[in-house]
């Protein structure tokens, strides 16, 4: 006996089944042809999944259908019935990040360029316009911008490596370090000294920053910092450990930067 079952239901029991035949989202996606961050959002419930697609995964995982949408059903049940899964080509997309240098040294210069001078924007609130302008643009594209590590700090992610490119920056007369106060508490803020070169932008990750700059910029350093903390990403993440770009594909409104609906052009 079959019943209608929630996307949220469904999505739950691919995931069980998934990880029981030790499938990972990437896997499935490349099976279905779609792309990582969609398989999440069905996962998660967000996203319809359709006959066809679940078809394709019952031979995928090995599943009776039938059995999979009966309102009684138990994966745990389910397993001994499975037969072998359908073999997936291992030839999926490795995302490891790494630190394009020029890239994050050019970001930060325009960030600063465009809001630096704001009385608020200092080294709190451009970790964090650094850090949304990243995983924005990784979830969208599936693409690094950067390729900056963030770790999971008490006041939100913060970019690793930063100090070290900063104080490069200031010996070469790119960036000046201002303390100073802000409401009464200390702040450290970074003047940019030199234009930033564009050539190595893109139309998309340009579009990206700029609304991430739109959005954030005005906010203080505790409104931001608590949004931050919000964030899937970060709330997932062990403090101290470095935030995993995948876990961007797991947002849900009003954090989420991609109308899944729509899967968009690589840059």
């Known amino acids: 006996m079959t019943t209608r079952l929630s996307p949220k239901q469904i999505g739950k029991r691919i995931v069980e089944l998934r990880k029981q035949k030790g499938f990972s989202q990437e896997d499935l996606a490349k099976f279905l042809k779609i792309p990582r961050s969609s398989g999440a959002q069905i996962e998660l419930g967000n996203r319809n999944i359709s006959v066809i697609e679940l078809m394709k995964l019952s031979e995928a995982l090995g ?14 049940k389910g397993v001994e019935a499975l037969v072998e899964a359908v073999p997936i080509k291992q ?7 790494k630190l394009k240098m020029d890239k994050f040294k050019n ?31 990784y979830e969208i594209y599936e693409n690094h911008l950067t390729g900056a590590q963030y770790r999971k700090l008490p006041y939100g992610p913060v970019p690793q490596k930063l100090d070290n490119l ?102």
């Open 63 to 76: 599943f009776s259908l039938d059995k999979f949408l009966a309102k009684e059903y138990q994966v745990a």
């Open 91 to 97: 030839d999926m997309r490795i995302s490891v990040p």
């Open 107 to 137: 970001i930060l210069l325009y960030i600063l360029e465009r809001c630096g001078g704001k009385s608020n924007v200092g080294e709190t609130v451009l970790y964090k316009l650094l850090y949304f302008s990243d995983f924005n643009f």
């Open 166 to 267: 900063v104080n490069q920056m200031i010996e070469k007369g790119q960036l000046q370090r201002i303390k100073t106060e802000y409401h009464g508490y200390p702040q450290t803020r970074y003047i940019p000294m030199y234009k930033p070169d564009l050539t190595g932008m893109s139309a998309a990750e340009k579009e990206v920053i700029d609304r991430v700059i739109d959005r954030f910029s005005d906010w203080s350093a505790a409104a931001i910092s608590e949004y931050s903390h919000k964030d899937l990403p970060w709330r997932a993440t062990e403090d101290g450990d470095i935030i995993d770009y995948e876990l961007a594909f797991y947002r849900e409104s009003p954090f989420s930067a991609r109308t899944y609906d729509d899967e968009p052009e690589q840059p």
